[in-house]
């Protein structure tokens, strides 16, 4: 089946802090790639969980029809500023999601 | 009286309130021509927010500042400036990064400088937001605390082990030093959006509004096209708020201002405050035209029980570091095996050599140029270069510096297994190791139901003259 990433349709993929102990990370789309992806049931917790080797259930998905964004938190793996935390603002952690490959919308150009 | 009567009474006695917020994060700057145009389009209120714990524990862990004094003073005196001369007050939340007392100290000392050099007169209220570890105990004694996802129930051995502990405020103290006729206010930690909800809030303005308009305007000029070039006016009135940008040529659209509430939480429709919780899911974002926008529909929902959120910082070892830079192809071509070994020598060799036990250390070993910012996520693993940045964490300052020496030899010469020649890597100076000094991690997510909404926080009022 035709691919794409999601990196390659989103208008903007962030990832941020949500306070000391969440990541969250927001992908603004426009209104045709949010449907297309919505209907392509791809963004679940066990993907997000596979992508971030996190817990699923800690996985919270939300879509936001307003922006056509959808929003993804979960626990931050590592403690803010741990010894083993090396993103202390979170800010480089969309990279894994951009990758993710999204079933070609059909009839669509990338 | 009819309903009628009672909805054009209403219109004719509409109330709002403006509020100036000039940039994210006071000492980030911004022109001044856009605090003269905000006054000029009429601010009933200055409101800029000085922390956050975005940039880690340390900040908390010492009460030091993460903000240049320089620039904390610079934006100080702008705005001080003007909002006497505009007779509005001026609002400061979370002092000196952290919120801790020191912090608003130390804006406290800034504001009474500029005040003499200025020929100012106004009240200032200080007010402190430090908990203690020992009132704390009380409270979880009386099963007053309960845990944030993904927390676990809290325990005494964690509160005594945090360095400084603050509440966040809701705007219930603020509110209180603008009724004793503070003009000026320096809050420590308080929530991103207290500072407007007490000027809102007092005026009788409604709480889903209030709590919206201040949750989006809180990292100024972010919820504008141009985050850099200036901040905000906030008005907010009987049936929502507008966001108007201070630099003419930047835009809020209705995109920018609804995305604002995705910016750093969680959740992108609800935000538990103190008393309740805002719930954004059926606001409506209207163009007003090119650059303003109007929101309506924010609802705020009161809690069963107010609660107060904590954060501490716990000072958890000390730490010393060292860089080396790798540019031979060869161990590049098999840096997993390369750290593998130097990982399995160093731990071996602090065992013998220091006699260090090995759960009283830790190390990390990252690969800048391979997968330091990612680690196991990342997708790419080709590089030309890598910066291998070493650091370890001990109980002391003197173990952590004598275990980097104890690596020195390996990070400097480690051949790959089995090769022939040792190679020496590139170090950046001398000498190799940098103590990096107390390291802390924030240990409480939890929240705690106060007495009362200003129990927990105290205030000061003082009268600076030197006008």
Redesign the interface.
């Known amino acids: 089946m035709p691919e794409v990433t999601l990196g390659e349709i989103a208008d903007l993929i962030r990832a941020?802090?949500?306070?000391?102990?969440?990541i969250?990370l927001?992908v603004?789309l426009d209104a045709e790639h949010y449907e297309a992806v919505d209907r392509t049931e791809v963004l679940t917790p066990d993907t997000v969980g596979r992508?971030?080797?996190v817990d699923p259930d800690?996985v919270?998905i939300?879509r936001?029809p307003?922006?056509s964004?959808i929003?993804i938190?979960f626990?931050r793996p590592a403690?803010?500023?741990?010894?083993?935390d090396?993103?202390?603002?979170g800010g480089?952690?969309e990279?894994?999601l951009a990758?993710l490959a999204i079933p070609r919308p059909e009839g669509r150009d990338p | 009286m009819s309903e009628q009567h009672t909805a054009s009474a209403r219109h004719t006695h509409r109330s709002r309130v403006r509020i100036l917020v000039p940039t994210g994060m006071l000492g980030g700057g911004f022109p001044p021509e856009t605090i003269t145009r905000g006054i000029e389009l009429g601010a009933d209120a200055i409101a800029v927010d000085a922390g956050s714990?975005?940039?880690?524990?340390?900040y908390l862990g010492t009460g030091q500042a993460k903000t240049a004094a320089a620039q904390v003073e610079h934006d100080l005196r702008v705005l001080l400036c003007a909002a006497v001369k505009a007779s509005i007050p001026l609002l400061v939340g979370s002092c000196g990064t952290s919120g801790t007392d020191s912090g608003v100290d130390w804006i406290a000392g800034m504001a009474r400088r500029i005040a003499a050099e200025e020929h100012l007169a106004f009240t200032l209220a200080r007010i402190y937001s430090e908990q203690s570890a020992d009132d704390l105990v009380a409270a979880l004694t009386d099963d007053r605390i309960r845990p944030?996802?993904?927390?676990r129930p809290l325990t005494e051995a964690t509160l005594k082990s945090c360095s400084h502990i603050v509440g966040l405020m809701g705007h219930e103290p603020i509110s209180a030093a603008l009724r004793s006729g503070a003009d000026v206010v320096l809050a420590g930690r308080a929530t991103d959006t207290a500072l407007v909800a007490a000027i809102a809030l007092d005026r009788g303005l409604p709480a889903g509004p209030t709590w919206h308009g201040a949750k989006t305007v809180e990292c100024g000029g972010l919820c504008t096209t141009n985050p850099i070039a200036g901040g905000v006016l906030l008005e907010i009135d009987d049936t929502g708020f507008t966001v108007t940008p201070l630099d003419t040529s930047a835009a809020c659209t209705?995109?920018t201002i609804?995305?604002h509430m995705?910016?750093?939480?969680?959740?992108?429709?609800e935000l538990r405050e103190p008393p309740g919780t805002l719930d954004t899911s059926d606001?409506t974002?209207r163009a007003l035209d090119s650059r303003v926008v109007r929101v309506e529909g924010s609802v705020f929902e009161s809690a069963e029980t107010y609660t107060i959120k904590l954060?501490g910082s716990a000072l958890?070892g000390y730490?010393t570091i060292t860089v080396a830079g790798i540019r031979d192809p060869a161990v590049l071509s098999n840096i997993e095996a390369w750290t593998e070994f130097l990982t399995t020598l160093i731990a071996d060799r602090v065992s013998t050599a220091l006699g260090v036990a090995g759960d009283t250390y830790?190390?990390?070993v990252?690969r800048y140029g391979y997968d330091?910012?990612?680690?196991?996520?990342?997708?790419e693993h080709s590089s030309h270069e890598i910066g291998i940045l070493f650091?370890v964490?001990a109980g002391d300052q003197a173990t952590a510096t004598a275990i980097a020496k104890v690596a020195n030899p390996l990070l400097l010469h480690l051949p790959l297994p089995g090769a022939q020649s040792m190679p020496s890597f590139a170090f950046p100076f001398s000498p190799a190791e940098i103590e990096r000094g107390p390291?802390?991690?924030?240990v409480l997510?939890h929240t705690v139901a106060p007495a009362t909404p200003t129990s927990m926080f105290r205030t000061e009022i003082t009268t600076i003259d030197h006008a």
Do not use: I
């Open positions: 941020k802090n949500a306070g000391p102990f969440w969250t927001d603004f992508l971030y080797n800690t919270r939300f936001v307003t922006v964004a929003k938190s626990p403690s803010q500023g741990s010894l083993h090396h993103d202390m603002h480089q952690q990279v894994p990758g | 714990t975005d940039s880690g524990p340390f944030l996802a993904p927390a209705p995109r609804a995305a995705l910016y750093e939480n969680a959740n992108p429709f606001a974002y954060e958890v730490e830790d190390f990390d990252s330091a910012v990612l680690g196991a996520l990342e997708p650091r964490r390291a802390y991690e924030f997510n």
